[in-house]
């Protein structure tokens, strides 16, 4: 390639089938190919042209290892016995976050034993493990993106003590699937309690509305992921069986908090090592509102993390935030007060309200994205 030629856009392969229609031009010059497996496509590999390509986990024979590089394609290889896929193209799902959940228990599945692996290389300083993490993070990131383009994104936040078998998760469930039946995206931390009960109304919101008292019947029989998450995922499971095909929601934990598993009802899971990135990632994405239910710590941490953007503007016009339970917030945790004063003269001040209960939620939404 002459020096001062442009190079080729960057544009990426996530897929088999994507890099054999590529193959068909003989040409992946400025392609990005993504922990797609290439060790029986050596041939389309070794007649094609690799100029500044990236392939980023791709196994591939030693031949055609050898050949992209000699193109000039930078090549990440697959890291062995890692429990996760640091270049994964795509986020998580319910099956195989817990995968051998039935055969072998939840602390031999890639959810467990990924966060084993976080606990044991977090602490010494280990300079692959952090790039590691940090290259994970970023690709769950694109796929996020990626899954979320066009949606219109509303967040619910809330703490993970919330039981099933509770007015306060029935109610939350209601309010997931109102939101997924008017077209929102639900999504939330992706973990028990309030979490759960959000992603599991949206699951529901496809089917009759029986369905929801019956199953929330069913949950109830294992009312915590305490004592044993085993039990807990099992039974989410169980309902996803007995009523299969349900809507879709996101779900965004992390396992910098492993001792929250992932619930199982979030059709789509972005997991991250770092809460950080976590929490910023999610709260930048519900474009239509955040819901905050009565929660503690984590969830007076999110209500500021999405004011100071509202705040200041720094993501344009101010989203709609809608705090739940007057008594919770102005008297138990009273974020509300300071919310409010904090907003006093800003353009945030028309998009945040406190409402008393959750079948005002979609309605609040509604009002304030008018303002």
């Not at 054999?20 to 041939?43: E, H, K, N, P």
């Not at 300083?125 to 769950?140: E, F, K, P, Q």
Request: aromatic share 10%; hydrophobic share 45%.
């Amino acid at each position: 390639m002459p020096a001062d030629s442009t190079p080729p856009p960057a544009r990426e392969i996530e897929t088999l089938e994507e890099f054999d229609r590529i193959a068909l031009t003989g040409s992946f010059a400025g392609y990005r190919v993504q922990a797609v497996d290439l060790t029986d496509r050596t041939f389309a590999l070794l007649v094609a042209d690799t100029t500044q390509a990236v392939f980023l986990g791709c196994p591939m024979e030693p031949q055609a290892l050898a050949h992209v590089r000699a193109g000039g394609a930078l090549v990440f290889p697959p890291v062995p016995h890692l429990p996760f896929d640091p270049y994964r193209a795509t986020l998580y799902s319910p099956a195989e976050l817990y995968a051998d959940l039935a055969v072998a228990g939840y602390e031999h599945t890639p959810d467990a034993r990924s966060y084993d692996w976080f606990t044991q290389t977090a602490a010494g300083g280990d300079i692959l493990a952090s790039m590691l993490r940090s290259i994970h993070d970023d690709a769950v990131t694109d796929a996020l993106d990626e899954h979320l383009a066009g949606a219109r994104v509303v967040g619910v936040m809330g703490g993970h003590a919330m039981k099933r078998g509770t007015d306060a998760y029935a109610g939350a469930a209601r309010l997931g699937r109102d939101l997924a039946r008017a077209g929102m995206t639900v999504a939330t931390g992706g973990g028990p309690g309030a979490m759960e009960a959000a992603n599991f109304g949206a699951y529901a919101a496809p089917h009759e509305d029986v369905m929801l008292g019956k199953a929330l019947s069913v949950l109830a029989g294992v009312p915590s992921f305490r004592p044993s998450v085993g039990a807990w995922a099992a039974a989410a499971f169980e309902v996803r069986e007995r009523w299969p095909e349900g809507g879709s929601s996101l779900g965004v934990p992390t396992w910098f908090y492993g001792h929250e598993p992932p619930n199982a009802f979030a059709s789509h899971i972005a997991k991250f090592f770092a809460n950080s990135v976590r929490e910023d990632t999610l709260l930048a994405r519900c474009n239509s509102g955040v819901v905050f239910l009565p929660g503690a710590a984590g969830t007076v941490q999110e209500i500021f993390e999405a004011a100071t953007p509202n705040y200041y503007a720094s993501r344009g016009e101010p989203t709609p935030m809608v705090l739940v339970d007057r008594h919770h917030w102005t008297e138990e945790l009273p974020a509300w007060p300071l919310l409010s004063a904090l907003a006093r003269d800003h353009a945030m001040a028309w998009r945040i309200t406190l409402v008393e209960s959750v079948t005002e939620v979609p309605g609040a939404l509604a009002r304030l994205e008018e303002k």
